[in-house]
């Protein structure tokens, strides 16, 4: 491999045995000469680690804010969205396996630099990008350097992510970074080590240094797989959590799982799963909940939270109607947490 049309990796060091260590996320892979992390795309080559991701998505589309999800940063506008091969979780349940299991040899791929990502907002005019489909974790150095550009050019950037990535490296990747939705994907560490090969804690302290560190815009979602993380105790537990650390503002989303991937012998989410997790999280005091890839009109409907009046009404991914004025409820005048404009 050329090393000449390659990035250097940041957050690597020496190891034992001439083996390189990453420290980008908390599985902190050890390579070997010409080994690839478990995320796929950081290769050590020639004692020296590049990420061989870096300006290779797999694809570009733009897509309303709202699928990314986001109810509440810029609704209704559209949103050039992008991704690269790997993953740095190995979710069972993956519903985009086919990049994020997938090589950067082996999957089509496009060279796009940093400019030329945004060039390609520019041009179909939308006032934000994302990093998303796989984990922007894994192509750090791509995110930072589109998002510092996107920052001049007044263009906002948003991390959909699962979170997981090391304390020292979270500041340089999110420096420059307006908003993200945090995949919580269960309040249980056994969930996480046995069905994402990952932990719990480190997800909880990313969702910590967002709320308390940074002036990041963030949502979360929670997917629901029957008989797995959809218990009741479960889902009031990690409200609770919520609240108490995160505070009542911060918004959740409790989408619905299809089979996928290897967990194809569970069934759909049942629509009264997440009408019983929306109840349980509005019961905890939540202010924003939402239901996803479910058609309900009501359970994707943004409402004030003094005077419970919809004020954005939501139809799939499509803006019905918008009573938000200057970040404020338009009937009773309490402030909306969020990004409207």
């Known amino acids: 491999m050329n090393t000449d049309e390659l990035t250097l990796a940041k957050w690597w060091e020496p190891a034992e045995n001439g083996k390189l ?28 680690m590049y990420s061989i991701g870096y300006g290779r998505p797999t694809g570009f589309a733009v897509d309303p804010i709202e699928k990314k999800p986001l109810s509440h940063f810029l609704p209704g506008t559209q949103i050039l969205s992008f991704g690269t091969a790997g993953c740095n979780l190995g979710c069972k349940f993956c519903q985009n396996w086919s990049t994020s299991k997938a090589k950067i040899d082996n999957n089509n791929s496009y060279y796009a630099s940093p400019e030329q990502v945004i060039e390609l907002a520019k041009k179909h005019d939308v006032p934000s990008i994302a990093f998303t489909y796989n984990d922007p974790t894994i192509f750090g150095e791509y995110v930072i350097d589109v998002s510092k550009l996107a920052q001049e050019e007044g263009i906002r950037t948003v991390m959909v992510t699962a979170g997981y990535i090391d304390k020292e490296a979270r500041k340089e990747v999110y420096k420059y970074i307006d908003a993200a939705n945090v995949d919580l994907k269960s309040f249980s560490e056994i969930f996480y080590h046995k069905i ?23 949502e979360i979602t929670n997917l629901l797989i029957p008989g797995e993380n959809d218990s009741p105790g479960e889902i009031k537990k990690m ?64 409402y004030c939270p003094k005077c419970r009046k919809p004020l954005i009404k939501r139809n799939w991914h499509s803006i019905l109607s918008n009573d938000i004025q200057n970040n404020s409820c338009s009937f009773c005048g309490v402030r909306i947490a969020g990004i409207f404009h």
């Open 239 to 302: 409200c609770n959590w919520i609240i108490d650390t995160l505070g009542i503002d911060v918004p959740i989303h409790f989408t619905a799982f299809h089979p996928d991937f290897k967990m194809r012998d569970k069934p759909r989410t049942p629509s009264t799963t997440l009408q019983a997790a929306y109840r349980i999280a509005r019961e905890a005091g939540i202010n924003y909940v939402y239901e996803g890839n479910v058609h309900d009109v009501s359970g994707q409907t943004t």
């Open 196 to 218: 994402t090969f990952s932990h719990l804690n480190d997800v909880l302290d990313t969702l910590r240094w967002l709320k308390n560190e940074t002036n990041v815009w963030f």
């Open 21 to 48: 260590l990453c420290t980008l996320c908390p599985r902190y892979c050890t390579l070997g000469e010409g080994q690839n992390g478990f995320c796929y795309i950081r290769k050590n080559i020639d004692g020296r």
